[in-house]
């Protein structure tokens, strides 16, 4: 991974102002509770002034894309993740439901590098998912930022790979949420192929924060000679019905 991604933090970092180009996402679930009593808030206001926060507020990079399960490719659900570049090799994120203060963390998930994967044993690799269909296709996207520096944080993730675990089914097309995080934990994927996001899950997505998956897609075709054949790109070939096709520049090793 090069210097692009420092390029792109550095233009996150002046665009922070304008951050309000970044569209509210409300979250669909919101868990049991009473409100929260006045000793309460005058507890989180003291820590506010009072405690450290520097672990979580180095998580500084906003992405948003979609993960179907991988033992449920039915269930698909879009996650705004906010990650922190720990190496050049290695990013850690949590994810959310939206991007408002009542947003439910669900899960998490780490980023590797081309290199960290290689280093992995074959049993392990099952559990880490491809990028270069999310990137390629348009699907994942960096809201806010200028598009030069979309674009360079795009290809510093080319050829990487994520680990992403969800705990909290806060809602996917045609499902109910729940109101609590309930059950295990589900591996989630990745889109591979044109088709295999249900539809209307990525248009929706684009008319709430005004943006194009297609337009994207088509300034990055640049980026296709530098993506390089991936573990698990079929993994999931042929669960989501026979509609689907390979995404250009997108290819299983």
């Known amino acids: 991974m090069g210097t692009g991604f420092q390029r792109a933090a550095l233009a996150a970092a002046l665009a922070a102002a304008g951050a309000a180009a970044q569209q509210p996402v409300a979250p669909a679930a919101a868990p049991p509770g009473a409100e929260k009593t006045a000793r309460t808030r005058v507890l989180e206001g003291g820590a506010k002034v009072l405690q450290d926060n520097t672990p979580a507020a180095r998580f500084d990079i906003y992405l948003v894309g979609f993960h179907p399960m991988k033992e449920h490719p039915e269930q698909q659900i879009e996650a705004h993740h906010y ?33 960290l994967f290689e280093t992995l044993p074959e049993a392990e690799r099952k559990y880490w998912h491809p990028h270069n269909g999310e990137i390629l296709s348009g699907q994942l996207v960096a809201p806010g930022i200028p598009e030069a520096a979309e674009t360079a944080l795009m290809k510093d993730k080319l050829n990487s790979h994520g680990k992403t675990w969800h705990v909290w089914n806060t809602g996917h097309q045609g499902h109910p949420n729940d109101t609590l995080p309930l059950g295990e934990p589900m591996l989630a994927w990745s889109f591979n192929r044109d088709g295999e996001a249900l539809p209307g899950l990525v248009a929706a997505r684009d008319q709430r924060m005004k943006m194009s998956t297609e337009k994207k ?37």
């Open 83 to 115: 990650c922190h570049q720990r190496n050049q090799d290695f990013a850690q994120c949590v994810l959310f439901d939206g991007n408002t203060q009542a947003a439910n963390l669900h899960g998490i998930e780490y980023i590797i590098s081309e290199k």
């Open 217 to 253: 897609r088509g300034k990055r075709a640049a980026l296709r000679p530098l993506a390089r054949p991936q573990s698990g790109v079929d993994e999931l070939k042929g669960k989501f019905g026979p509609a689907t096709k390979d995404i250009p520049g997108v290819a299983n090793k």
